[in-house]
């Protein structure tokens, strides 16, 4: 099939790579000339384990290629994919000016049957918007639908080519088919194409993501619960992760949800449920919970240093959302950058993949290091805000020979407490019992 895909951002280049890798000739549209000129000189723009084999691939084959402009992206394409941003607005819903623009955009183009499909995570009612803004420019046929884009950055290619259910929110027969027929590769092995109706459709992917978030925040209140009562959170979790009911995963307590995705869709989700004339209070709750949790261990890491943070140095391991990407938006580790440089401490960080996104936003506020290891010379304890696997069994000789004092502060919980305490090291985390020196 011949596909367009607009916006060629994480879920954009994932799309339109993993589709092109099933045989489809897929055209990129991105308003960003410096992004469509280093993809189609080969220079992957963002880090996504997986994606730049494939990428190189398709590109080589000429199956993938990038425009700026779109007339030329949607000309032969047959199915017209909409990954674009959807930020939140002033208050807090999602902004759908990217969304509609390019609707009516598309609009003015149109001329044959196509199948518009929106991929951005949006409020219900959108797919009705973008109809409406087609069609003010386009009399003819055309059909638009809701297809949620569930993949997580870190393991993105591998969700998108062995997706647990594709979510499809149509009442066509016509795009029902299309749709059919081009995700018959990624569920071979007898995972789930749901179809439904393209208000469920919008809803499920805000219904999954605060889902998701309400277990994070969930268990980081038991973590706080567990450092007042003198329990173990590692404890309860495991506990509580093998009834089936409850499952293992996104039980790990921490510094809070961060990314493009969760603060946002929560928020949306709440907006959307007051312009409804609904209070969905648990939510309201798990964004509270969320906010204080990003600075959790700046009362501990106080507490540690009498309350006078003024002239102390930290290490931080650890910027990126999570692991394996090099995506920093709404990253806790800003917030923790922020809050030190705000208590008159200095801060030199180091992570695998997300430096340079974070050089841009905070330039010369922080030292950047070039290993884990440069990043801890002389610095009064070492703060871990990202659970990257390199950081998970390091050199404890090594870091304590180049910390000031042997002190670590961990947001992700990666040490064994009892080894902690067997190497000396004073040692906090979530929810657990603190080691002290
Ligand atoms: N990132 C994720 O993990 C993820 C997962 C599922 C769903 N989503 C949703 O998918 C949507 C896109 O998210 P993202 O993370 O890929 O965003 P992104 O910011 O990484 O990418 C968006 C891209 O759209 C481009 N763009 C903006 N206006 C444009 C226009 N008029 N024409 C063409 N291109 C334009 C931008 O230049 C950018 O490259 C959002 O609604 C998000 O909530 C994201």
């Not at 997986?50 to 990428?55: D, R, T, V, Y």
């Not at 439904?196 to 619960?225: H, Q």
């Not at 010369?364 to 884990?372: F, K, L, P, R």
Request: aromatic share 10%; proline share 4%; charged share 25%.
């Amino acid at each position: 099939m011949k596909i367009a895909v607009v916006g060629t951002g994480y879920v954009g280049l994932v799309t339109g790579t993993c589709f092109a890798e099933t045989g489809n000739k897929v055209t990129c549209v991105d308003i960003d000339q410096e992004k469509v000129d280093k993809l189609s000189n080969g220079k992957i723009t963002i880090y996504e384990p997986g994606l730049e084999k494939i990428f190189q691939r398709n590109l080589k084959e000429e199956r993938l290629r990038f425009t700026t402009d779109l007339a030329d992206g949607i000309r032969d394409a047959e199915i017209v994919f909409l990954a674009l941003p959807t930020p939140p607005g002033e208050d807090g819903s999602a902004d759908l000016k990217y969304v509609l623009g390019v609707a009516g955009e598309i609009g003015k183009l149109l001329n044959d049957y196509k199948v518009i499909i929106n991929k951005s995570t949006v409020p219900v009612g959108t797919a009705k918007k973008v109809r409406d803004a087609i069609g003010q420019n386009y009399k003819g046929e055309y059909d638009v639908i809701s297809n949620p884009e569930f993949l997580r950055e870190g393991v993105a290619v591998e969700d998108f080519m062995k997706p647990d259910r594709v979510v499809i929110g149509t009442t066509s027969e016509r795009a029902r088919k299309v749709m059919s027929d081009l995700y018959a590769p990624f569920v071979r092995q007898g995972n789930p194409v749901i179809f439904m109706d393209e208000a469920s459709a919008e809803l499920t992917k805000y219904a999954a993501n605060s889902f998701l978030a309400t277990k994070i925040s969930f268990m980081n209140e038991v973590a706080r619960l567990c450092e007042k009562l003198g329990a173990d959170v590692d404890m309860v979790r495991r506990g509580i992760g093998s009834d089936d009911r409850i499952g293992k995963r996104f039980l790990f307590p921490g510094i809070g949800y961060g990314g493009s995705c969760f603060p946002k869709d929560v928020q949306a989700l709440v907006r959307s449920a007051h312009e409804a004339n609904y209070d969905f209070r648990i939510l309201e709750a798990v964004m509270a919970v969320n906010e204080d949790q990003k600075t959790f261990l700046i009362p501990k890491i106080k507490s540690h240093f009498e309350d006078n943070l003024i002239g102390k140095h930290f290490a931080l391991w650890g910027l990126a959302f999570k692991p394996n990407t090099d995506d920093i938006r709404e990253a806790p580790a800003l917030y923790i950058i922020k809050a030190l440089l705000g208590e008159g401490a200095t801060v030199t960080v180091f992570d695998p993949e997300a430096m340079d996104n974070v050089q841009r936003i905070m330039g010369t506020t922080i030292e950047y290091a070039e290993s884990q290891y440069d990043c801890l010379k002389d610095a009064d304890a070492l703060i871990i805000a990202t659970e990257w696997n390199e950081f998970r069994t390091p050199d404890f000789d090594k870091i304590a020979g180049l910390l000031k004092d042997s002190v670590i502060f961990d947001g992700r919980n990666l040490f064994d407490l009892g080894e902690m305490q067997k190497l000396g090291f004073h040692y906090e985390s979530i929810g657990r019992k603190p080691i002290t020196l």
